[in-house]
């Protein structure tokens, strides 16, 4: 246990649904980010927090993703209008610097999302 | 082209046996480059990070190499274990941008009694 919680772990959903994943990152830290990955890749990048400012997001973030870090703590990933290409984990990760400081940065165990 | 390259991209070794995954990258400038292992359907747990200046980082019997000159960094697994069965995905810190990481695909490693 990284101490990164995501709920909830799996979900199907049928297509054109919405779904909303949470993230709890560790308490002290305040950088915030979100991945997804399929099978056999590595993570891709979808969109940063540093406290509750969304700093950046990636272009595979489509207008239907939407993220929200409201008190710069907990952590919210909303899909909406889900596609089948959507089917991915979703993965949270929290540190307390940015990835050139060096320090660690702590996956949760991710968000299993099949769109059927 | 993916700026981190990880080969071979699955193995297969005897419990006991050592094994070598490899890791080159092009990304450049980079501030760090962390090793990473992901049991399947797990999220990604950190085994080393190591800065540019680094040649060698151990973490109980992982041991990872990095030369920054020829951009390529090595997990050594030492007397594997079956529970060792897993991916193992290299990350290289961007120089530039707050939150940048670089991922590879991963060596997929199964460990067979």
Not at chain 1, 47 to 70: G, I, V
Not at chain 1, 87 to 110: K, Q, V
Request: hydrophobic residues 30%.
């Amino acid at each position: 246990d990284t101490g990164v919680s995501q709920d909830p772990r799996h979900k199907i959903t049928k297509r054109g649904q919405n779904v909303t994943f949470r993230c709890d990152p560790i308490s002290e830290h305040n950088r915030l980010y979100w991945y997804r990955q399929t099978l056999g890749q590595g993570p891709e990048f979808l969109t940063y927090f540093q406290n509750e400012a969304q700093l950046e997001k990636s272009r595979l973030l489509s207008d239907r993703f939407s993220a929200e870090r409201p008190k710069g703590s907990f952590s919210t990933l909303e899909i909406q209008r889900t596609e089948q290409g959507d089917s991915a984990m979703y993965l949270c990760a929290s540190s307390s610097f940015g990835p050139r400081d060096g320090n660690t940065i702590y996956f949760g165990e991710g968000s299993w999302l099949t769109v059927v | 082209k993916n700026q981190v390259e990880q080969s071979p991209q699955s193995l297969i070794i005897l419990e006991g046996k050592n094994c070598t995954l490899q890791c080159n990258y092009t990304v450049s400038p980079f501030s760090n480059l962390r090793w990473y292992k992901q049991d399947t359907g797990r999220g990604p747990v950190s085994l080393t990070i190591m800065t540019f200046s680094e040649n060698t980082k151990s973490n109980g019997r992982y041991t990872a190499t990095l030369d920054a000159d020829t951009k390529q960094s090595s997990l050594h697994i030492t007397a594997s274990q079956l529970s060792d069965s897993a991916s193992y995905i290299c990350v290289v810190s961007l120089v530039y941008g707050n939150n940048r990481l670089a991922f590879g695909k991963g060596n997929q490693v199964v460990v067979i009694p």
